[in-house]
């Protein structure tokens, strides 16, 4: 069976900047890949690639078996970070439109799923309304739909979850992962390192256009083992007596807070589940639990090979936390 | 191919089916053509104010003074008036055809409903003081409101006394000096100088002993209206409207439906690139399919207003009877100089389109594209006049604004030489291709390229890029 990707030694530059450099990737299908990496890291830029909006400077790229998307773009759903509508257009007659465009052939059938999709993203009122008259978040749905309507092997989708409420993050979380085990191949972009860990099974890191990981998610949590333990004291006027006691735990190496959570880190070779029954008992505990590395946490050592000082985790932390989007 | 069909459908419903479209492609022309009769009417029906009063005269020479009585009486104006509508039908007639008839009758009509001037020769005597004649007119300015209209003193007249003799020891005939009120009504005034300049002519006529009547039939050379032999039998000359009408209007129609589509072309292009939907647009089609697509369907719009307006153009010949004036083959050489026209300048608003960020950046580069198509404006009087000229043959190779300087040509009368038609197309055809070429590559990159609006070293760059 044919990868539903396929690179190999993509480079591409925009005059003297370099965006992506010996990109080599495969993702089979029926995956559902996320790409993560901070702003300008080369996510969209890579994914435009795919799509064959912008073409490799060097390299090879096969899209669904074929030497370009251009052969396949009738088989891929794609929702770019910078996406709009015809404001003027009607929603049910844009989302007609675009399946067409996407080789859906017109009549009864494609009213009914215009009808059917819309009724499934809460919006069945809204097909005779012009576009410009929904609010950010309904065109943003809309959008969703108008790549999946005409159900495509492939989806690719950038930043899917910006500027959407938790409801209707939730609701579209929902809908990738239908499309998912549907058998579809799901690729998306994220700069919130949290929603690729709930949604992918496979995650491609991506720093200053080139990938620094490419693992299932699986063998990324087993890689990187805890390297701490959160705890909680029972007694919230005794937290000075439960900190004294937990840094005289043996195997700890420093007591800190870290974004308003008190961690105990581990000395190196300490083995967790140890380590944890040893804070649990050392004070009277509300709760205790490891702390695992997140994506965030990997990205950070990664960049800075792991040598980063406790500020420069933060400040790395709080940069990552506030960008918004990807070149 | 569907794909780019469906952009063109969609371009072309977007923009010809909407209500502004339809108001300006027909509502307004209706409207204009309506108003047309309407404003004649209601500018015979605001009738200019009758103007009257007095004319004073110090007639030195003593013979002027009775033909001017004469010439500048009411009645003698008003039958002044009907010979020159009379005459200007006659040639309206031969240079337009039955248009030139109808538009007699109409012109009759509101001349009918302009008052008469009425005017009182008051002479002061031979022996008169210009100054004196002069003041009263000055007298009367500041006290206007006091004076009857028939009382108010128009003009002064002063002939000198050799202007009807001339004198034994001059070379020439004495003249005379008019001297008006301010802000007199432009048209009294050119009735009292013409009126005065023809009875200073009469009397010398007298005095020479001619007959005013003998010279004024001698003068006369009257014709009858110009025939056009055709094959069917004879019409009305249309010389005027194949050799001026024909041709400029040729020109302008296409100048129009040209630069109506390429601005709906720039406006659409602007509009999805800043509406961020061009790159969903791009997942499902290439750009050469979506600007191929929008030129096409933006063609439809064009053609659609070429349509409509030769359609009314066409109906309007054959309400006037006249035929003949377009042949199918202008008709042919209308739609392929149009296409060639079309597509150069809508590549160069794709390009424009897909470069900017919104339309006050366009402008800049947009100068350019404006000033050729200001070069027919410049040329056509040129053109028309000598079709076969070396400056109409040199222009006729020039694209983009080779298609509006040959379809002037190809409308004149005068044939032009098949050879240069031939080359013209060919040339025109390189410069669809090479600017298509150019507003791709453009197109292509520029779609997704957002901040500080190119300039042309960018544009080139960008060339080079794709």
Not at chain 1, 96 to 111: Q, V
Not at chain 2, 60 to 87: C, D, K, N, T, Y
Not at chain 2, 112 to 123: A, D, G, K, W
Not at chain 2, 392 to 399: C, D, E, G, K, N
């Amino acid at each position: 069976m044919d990868h539903a990707i396929e690179m190999t030694g993509v480079r591409k530059t925009f005059g003297p900047k370099v965006a992506v450099e010996g990109m080599d990737l495969v993702i089979p299908q029926g995956s559902l890949h996320g790409f993560i990496g901070p702003n300008g890291a080369g996510k969209s830029t890579t994914i435009r690639m795919i799509m064959s909006i912008l073409f490799p400077d060097r390299g090879e790229l096969k899209v669904l078996g074929k030497r370009s998307a251009v052969e396949s773009k009738d088989r891929i759903g794609y929702l770019p970070e910078e996406r709009g509508v015809y404001k003027k257009m009607k929603v049910g007659a844009f989302l007609a439109h675009m399946a067409r465009l996407k080789g859906h052939d017109a009549g009864s059938e494609l009213t009914r799923k215009v009808n059917d999709w819309l009724e499934k993203i809460g919006l069945p009122d809204v097909s005779r309304k012009k576009c410009e008259e929904l609010s950010k978040g309904m065109q943003q749905k809309v959008q969703f739909v108008s790549c999946v309507l005409h159900e495509p092997d492939l989806l690719i989708l950038d930043e899917p979850f910006s500027g959407l409420d938790p409801v209707n993050m939730r609701l579209l979380r929902d809908l990738i992962r239908e499309q998912h085990e549907a058998g579809r191949t799901v690729i998306f972009s994220t700069h919130v390192m949290s929603q690729a860990e709930q949604l992918c099974d496979h995650i491609v890191m991506i720093h200053n256009g080139q990938k620094v990981l490419d693992d299932p998610v699986q063998t990324i949590r087993s890689r990187h083992k805890p390297e701490g333990v959160w705890f909680e004291p029972y007694h919230a006027d005794r937290e000075q007596e439960a900190l004294a006691a937990v840094t005289g735990v043996p195997g700890i190496a420093e007591v800190r807070r870290v974004d308003g959570r008190l961690e105990a880190r581990l000395d190196a070779g300490v083995e967790p589940s140890e380590a944890i029954r040893l804070v649990a008992q050392a004070a009277p505990m509300a709760s205790v639990e490891l702390h695992r590395p997140g994506l965030e946490d990997i990205f950070i050592n990664i960049v800075t090979g792991g040598s980063a000082s406790a500020d420069d985790r933060a400040q790395l932390r709080a940069a990552l936390r506030d960008i918004g989007g990807d070149a | 191919m569907s794909k780019v069909m469906r952009i063109a459908g969609r371009e072309f419903a977007s923009t010809a089916l909407t209500k502004g479209f339809i108001i300006g492609a027909l509502v307004v022309p209706a409207v204009i053509l309506a108003i047309i009769p309407l404003v004649g009417i209601l500018a015979a029906s605001a009738k200019p104010p009758a103007v009257s009063g007095r004319i004073l005269v110090i007639d030195r020479s003593g013979e002027v003074l009775g033909p001017l009585s004469e010439r500048l009486s009411e009645e003698s104006i008003r039958e002044r008036r009907q010979e020159a509508v009379r005459r200007a039908g006659e040639f309206a007639a031969g240079a337009l055809g039955g248009m030139g008839s109808q538009l007699t009758g109409s012109t009759e009509k509101a001349l009918e409903q302009i008052p008469v001037p009425r005017f009182t020769l008051e002479s002061l005597g031979p022996d008169a003081d210009i100054e004196q004649a002069k003041g009263r007119i000055r007298a009367q300015l500041n006290a206007e409101g006091d004076i009857a209209p028939e009382d108010r003193v128009l003009a002064v007249i002063e002939i000198d006394a050799d202007a009807v003799v001339r004198s034994s020891d001059a070379d020439a005939f004495g003249q005379w000096q008019p001297f008006f009120r301010p802000k007199l009504n432009s048209e009294a005034v050119d009735e009292i100088e013409a009126a005065v300049a023809w009875s200073i002519r009469e009397r010398r006529y007298a005095v020479a002993g001619m007959d005013r009547e003998a010279i004024r039939e001698l003068d006369s050379v009257q014709q009858r209206a110009a025939q056009e032999i055709t094959e069917k039998g004879e019409q009305d000359d249309t010389s005027g409207l194949t050799s001026l009408v024909v041709p400029v209007a040729a020109m302008l129609l296409i100048l129009v439906a040209t630069f109506t589509g390429g601005q709906y072309l720039l406006t659409t292009t602007i509009e999805e690139k800043s509406s961020r939907v061009v790159e969903v647009l791009l997942s499902a089609v290439s750009p050469m399919e979506l600007m191929t697509g929008k030129i096409l369907g933006q063609m439809g719009v064009g053609l659609s207003l070429l349509i409509i307006y030769n359609a009314i153009g066409i109906v309007a010949l054959i309400a006037f009877s006249v035929t003949g004036v377009v042949s199918w083959q202008l008709v042919l050489a209308f739609l392929v100089y149009f296409v060639l026209a079309y597509f150069m300048f809508a590549s160069m608003m794709a390009a424009i389109g897909a470069a900017v960020n919104d339309l006050r950046e366009a402008q800049s580069l947009m100068t350019p594209v404006m000033l050729f198509s200001m070069v027919p404006y410049f040329f056509f009087m040129p053109v028309i006049r000598s079709p076969n000229s070396t400056l109409s043959t040199t222009l006729s190779f020039i694209p983009p604004i080779s298609p509006f300087i040959m379809i002037m040509r190809i409308a004149t009368p005068e044939p032009v030489p098949g050879w240069q038609i031939a080359v013209s197309i060919l040339i025109n055809l390189l410069g669809v291709m090479t600017l298509l070429w150019f507003a791709a590559k453009v197109f292509r990159v520029g779609l997704l390229m957002y901040g500080k609006p190119p300039n042309l070293r960018t544009l080139i760059k960008w060339v080079r890029m794709a």
